[in-house]
């Protein structure tokens, strides 16, 4: 049994990547507070199959995706990822579903990564950052940015019902990537890339890095924070 995070301006590929690939094997459910219609980062206009409560109690997985980041301030949500969270056999997360996960106090004393130009502020919630396409520390499994969604599913899947499995959706997907560019991180996009990434990007990272101060001084609200 699994639950998935959604909510407005949720990133889609960092949903439907893990989706498509657990759906073909598990019992998916898509939760939020209600079941209206909600936009998703790119437009796409979706739902969630089960409100929090209707949401199974005890999971196999929790899962949360990236997107926008005012969800880390609601308290609703993070309780719900606490509770959900203190049970699951695995707590997941790909993109900045790694910082969600910290906001609910669920990722201390955890290796943990996330999209690459975020992945720093997971320090903020007592996790040791890691570059890499897909962490799993212990019962945690964490993956990058967006397109890591898939891989990270898969890896989750062989864990949860071996490789043949995971091979065989693989297989299934066509997942057989061939980027026709090299740029997929900072190192390999280079200088010039980044400079007019940044520029694009704007001032966007300037907002998450205090909203991530302030949510790891109150993620103990949620679960007590280990000493």
């Given at each position: 049994?699994v639950?998935?995070l959604?909510?407005?301006?949720?990133?889609l590929l960092?949903?439907?990547?893990?989706?498509?690939?657990?759906?073909?094997s598990c019992?998916?459910h898509?939760?939020?507070?209600?079941t209206?219609?909600?936009?998703?980062?790119?437009?796409?206009?979706?739902?969630?199959?089960?409100?929090?409560?209707?949401?199974p109690?005890?999971?196999?997985?929790?899962?949360v995706p990236?997107g926008?980041?005012?969800?880390m301030?609601d308290d609703?949500?993070l309780?719900?990822l606490?509770?959900?969270?203190?049970?699951?056999?695995?707590?997941?997360s790909?993109c900045?579903?790694?910082?969600v996960?910290?906001a609910a106090?669920?990722m201390?004393?955890?290796?943990?990564?996330?999209?690459?130009?975020?992945?720093?502020?997971?320090?903020?919630?007592g996790?040791?950052p890691?570059?890499?396409?897909?962490?799993?520390?212990?019962n945690r499994v964490?993956?990058?940015?967006?397109?890591a969604?898939i891989d990270?599913?898969?890896?989750?899947?062989?864990?949860?019902l071996g490789e043949?499995?995971?091979?065989?959706?693989?297989?299934?997907?066509?997942?057989?990537?061939?980027p026709?560019?090299?740029?997929?991180?900072?190192k390999?996009?280079?200088?010039?890339?980044?400079?007019?990434?940044?520029a694009?990007?704007?001032?966007?990272?300037?907002?998450?890095a205090?909203?991530?101060?302030a949510?790891?001084?109150?993620?103990?609200?949620?679960?007590?924070?280990?000493?």
């Amino acid at each position: 049994v699994v639950g998935m995070l959604v909510h407005t301006g949720v990133t889609l590929l960092d949903l439907l990547g893990p989706q498509t690939v657990l759906a073909q094997s598990c019992d998916v459910h898509l939760a939020w507070k209600n079941t209206d219609l909600l936009e998703t980062d790119s437009g796409i206009v979706m739902k969630a199959s089960c409100s929090f409560d209707e949401c199974p109690k005890d999971l196999d997985v929790l899962f949360v995706p990236g997107g926008s980041f005012e969800v880390m301030e609601d308290d609703e949500t993070l309780r719900f990822l606490a509770d959900r969270g203190s049970r699951a056999k695995w707590v997941t997360s790909v993109c900045g579903g790694s910082i969600v996960l910290g906001a609910a106090g669920l990722m201390q004393g955890y290796k943990a990564t996330s999209h690459w130009a975020a992945r720093e502020l997971l320090t903020n919630f007592g996790a040791t950052p890691v570059e890499a396409r897909v962490v799993t520390d212990r019962n945690r499994v964490s993956g990058g940015g967006v397109t890591a969604g898939i891989d990270f599913g898969l890896v989750l899947l062989a864990k949860l019902l071996g490789e043949d499995v995971a091979k065989m959706t693989q297989l299934a997907l066509e997942y057989d990537p061939a980027p026709p560019f090299d740029a997929g991180t900072p190192k390999k996009a280079g200088p010039e890339v980044m400079k007019d990434f940044l520029a694009w990007f704007g001032g966007a990272g300037n907002t998450l890095a205090p909203m991530c101060a302030a949510a790891g001084k109150k993620m103990g609200k949620y679960t007590p924070i280990a000493q």
